[in-house]
Structures are given as C-alpha cells and as structure tokens.
C-alpha cells in the first residue's frame, strides 16, 4: 500500500501540463467517432487498452482539475492577502505623527525619492516596518545614515491624499524643534 501510495505522490510531480496532455490524448481516443480514432490508426490500440486508457483519462483529469483548483485557491489567497496588507498599510497613513509626517514631507518639498535617514531611529524603524519607506541600500552614509526610498504605492496613495501630511500649527512648532535638533547633531 505505501508503495502504490508513493508511486502516486511521485507522479503528482509531473507539471499539469502532462496531465492535461493525458487527459485530451485518452479524451480523443475514448470519445472520438470510431471513423477518427480509426484514420489514427488506434482503433485495434483503443479497443485492446480502452480500460488503461479510461483510467489515465480519470487520473489525469482529477489531477489536472486539482492542480487548477489549487493554482486559483492560492491566487485567490495571495490576492486577498495582499489587499489586507495594503489597506493596513493605507490605514496606517492616516494615523501618522508630526515627525512621520516631516520625513515623508521631505520626498514631497525637496521632489525627491530618496534621503538620508538613521537607521537607529524608532520613528525611521516604524514606517520602513510599515513598507511606507524601503532602505535603498546597505551601504551607509556619515554613519548610521542609510538612503530611504518612498514605496510607489505610498507615493501614489498620498499624492491622491494631500492631507494626510497637512500639519497644524502645534505640530509645525513641533517638527521645527525637530529639524533645528538635527541640525546640531553631529
């Protein structure tokens, strides 16, 4: 019983492209006009082997219909995962605080896609943990700087949404303080 089990686990390797060439060769021979199957030159051949060649038919069949049914249920999976990510990360895009809002500010006002960013910063941490930015590359700069790039989609999402960067005048006063403390780091 494992062996035949095995054998069958073996075969289920086969792409599901021989399956269906399988599945329409024992289609073509079991239902075919006999007339067809006959100017083949597989009547006698069809006739001899008509249950072998029924079974490959159904094996062939389920196997393929199977494959299909597990190729669009992961699709279907992967695309709805993908949306739930992706409205999250949209969700997460209306809730930022004044310094998120300054660092993505500065791809906007300076019509960039990349800057330098400390790679030791939580906030930095938190919106590249959130795919709104992306670390461009592994090789730092003055330090603890690494390049960021601004996601497409982020870009995208908050070109069409201008005010989600909007600030007000507590959190202007706020990210004042912030640039002028960064201009005295070292």
């Known amino acids: 019983?494992?062996?035949?089990?095995?054998?069958?686990?073996?075969?289920?390797?086969?792409?599901?492209?021989?399956f269906i060439i399988v599945a329409v060769g024992s289609a073509i021979l079991l239902f075919s006009s006999k007339s067809f199957v006959d100017n083949l030159g597989l009547l006698q051949f069809t006739k001899d082997n008509k249950q072998?060649?029924?079974?490959?038919?159904?094996?062939?069949?389920?196997?393929?219909?199977?494959?299909?049914?597990?190729?669009?249920?992961?699709?279907?999976?992967?695309?709805?995962?993908y949306n739930k990510r992706m409205k999250k990360r949209k969700e997460r895009l209306h809730q930022l605080n004044p310094i998120e809002k300054k660092i993505l500010l500065y791809y906007f006002v300076n019509g960039t896609n990349t800057q330098l960013l400390a790679i030791n910063d939580g906030t930095v941490r938190e919106l590249e943990g959130n795919r709104i930015i992306q670390r461009a590359s592994d090789i730092s700069r003055a330090g603890v700087k690494f390049p960021y790039n601004l996601n497409p989609w982020a870009r995208e999402y908050i070109t069409n949404n201008p005010n989600l960067l909007k600030v007000?005048?507590?959190?202007?006063?706020?990210?004042?303080?912030?640039?002028d403390r960064e201009r005295w780091e070292w």
Do not use: C, H, P, W
């Open 1 to 18: 019983m494992e062996a035949i089990i095995t054998k069958i686990l073996g075969v289920a390797k086969y792409t599901n492209k021989f």
């Open 52 to 81: 072998f060649i029924g079974m490959a038919f159904l094996v062939s069949a389920v196997v393929s219909v199977a494959n299909i049914i597990s190729f669009v249920y992961q699709k279907v999976t992967k695309s709805i995962s």
């Open 168 to 179: 007000d005048d507590a959190e202007a006063a706020l990210i004042q303080r912030e640039l």
